[in-house]
């Protein structure tokens, strides 16, 4: 019997819509960058720095954990095995531990029944909004631009999202309120609003105490969710430590406190936590039916960690906080090498001045595409991110984002002489003038 090509013709079923989103392809980009131009020195990637990295760190905090369970805990040996090498329970094994770490390192205070143990910060992301998104019109607010890391989660959930700005100066706190209200005229629910308030990803803003205290005050007056995400907060001077928006909701209630442990330990152990008394068991839950428990490998891992620390992560990231510090300044101080107050360049080039983190914005005098991004990784040798990506739907931007985590002092004044080269090549393409002029 012969099959007739419409006989043979057939369509694939379609897949989920949020497949076909932007910001989906964002993360694999950001990882996948670096890895396509290995000699191109690369602003792109958040990445750790991995100098103080050692093979041998990862056996003897597993060490330092397996004692804390034999000598502190009197635990078998059958015991032991059993906690590392099974199943675990879905909540986590290490809450006490990290209830201690955040109370001493975050000023975060919480029972250890409070926190539910993720397996990273993502995690955390998707379990939160699934808890709490419950009907087609919830909303859930975010600052624009943003960590796509959100944005994806919530598309995968169906969920409706809607933005306000963040500039350098924080959020417009009367702004947020009219979109809220605005929204629910409209016959919607804003369930959650999602803010990195220190350092954030990609612009390094952090937001003032009165903008942190205004958000919980929103928070209980229209009884939303505060979805808190503070994986840069420890890496700032002492003086630019600011109040998170959990130890400012007194009652506990209004915010979800987001955290990982990627920045301070390194993303390999791939170990988060959420800190919420009134979410806690359903996250449980949820979390039982997704990944079933966090690696109890990692989680030991971890926890040999907060005990040599004794739950103070400052002190663990100490060396890390200081080096941190160091790249900024020295980014900071290639950026006015590279284009000097006076020049016809810098008048054109801006760029804000972070306390910490690891990322800076730099403004520039046309728009970026993820074209120019190949054509400096090809011909100039260095690496940014569009900060289109940072937007849902994308959308023309001037800005770069430039990560100063991942580069030696050494690597970033090379790599700032790189960029300026290209960005002179791309103004002297707009207007001959200029280039002659700088």
């Known amino acids: 019997m012969s099959v007739t090509p419409s006989q043979d013709r057939h369509e694939e079923p379609p897949l989920h819509a949020s497949l076909a989103d932007p910001c989906l392809n964002s993360m694999t980009f950001l990882n996948d960058i670096a890895g396509q131009y290995p000699k191109a020195i690369s602003f792109a990637p958040g990445r750790p720095i991995e100098k103080d990295f050692r093979i041998e760190d990862i056996d003897r905090y597993l060490q330092r954990y ?39 390192t975050d000023g975060v205070a919480c029972r250890p029944e409070d ?22 019109r919830d909303v859930l607010l975010v600052p624009q631009p943003v960590y796509v890391g959100i944005i994806g989660a919530a598309r995968l959930l169906d969920i409706r999202v809607e933005t306000f700005d963040i500039h350098d100066q924080g959020v417009d706190i009367s702004e947020v309120e009219s979109k809220i209200q605005a929204l629910e ?54 003086s630019a430590i600011k109040p998170t928006l959990a130890s400012l909701d007194r009652h506990g209630r209004s915010v979800a406190y987001l955290g990982s442990f990627s920045k301070t330990l390194f993303p390999g152990v791939r170990m988060g ?57 020295h980014l900071l101080h290639q950026l006015e090498i590279a284009f000097p107050k006076g020049s016809t360049m810098r008048s054109q080039i801006t760029w804000n001045r972070p306390d910490g983190g690891f990322f800076l914005v730099l403004k520039l005098p046309f728009t970026v595409t993820l074209t120019q991004l190949k054509a400096s990784a090809e011909q100039y040798g260095v690496l940014w991110t569009p900060m289109e990506m940072f937007y849902s739907p994308p959308r023309e931007s001037n800005e770069i984002r430039l990560s100063f985590s991942y580069l030696t002092p050494e690597q970033i004044s090379e790599g700032v002489s790189r960029l300026r080269d290209f960005i002179k090549e791309r103004l002297a393409l707009r207007t001959p003038e200029t280039a002659a002029a700088s």
């Open 66 to 104: 397996v004692e804390h369970l034999t000598q502190h805990e009197h635990r078998s040996e059958g015991a032991v095995i059993t906690q590392l090498f099974q199943y675990g329970p879905s909540e986590g094994h290490i809450r006490a531990l990290i209830a201690d770490m955040l109370e001493k």
């Open 273 to 329: 936590f959420v800190v919420s008394r009134r979410l806690a068991q359903a996250l449980t839950k949820i979390k039982s039916m997704l990944t079933l428990n966090t690696s109890p490998i990692c989680q030991a891992v971890v926890g040999g960690v907060l005990l040599e620390c004794k739950g103070d992560l400052r002190l663990h990231c100490e060396n890390r906080i200081h080096f941190y510090q160091n790249n900024l300044k």
């Open 185 to 238: 005229a409209e016959g919607n629910k804003v369930k959650a609003l999602y803010i990195n308030a220190d350092f954030c990803n990609p612009t390094g803003v952090s937001l003032p105490l009165s903008q942190r205290m205004d958000l919980v005050w929103l928070s209980h007056t229209y009884h939303f969710t505060v979805l808190e995400d503070n994986p840069y907060g420890i890496f700032g001077a002492a």
């Open 115 to 136: 926190i539910v143990v993720t397996s990273g910060a993502q995690e955390g992301m998707i379990l939160t909004l699934r808890a709490l998104f419950a009907d087609p």
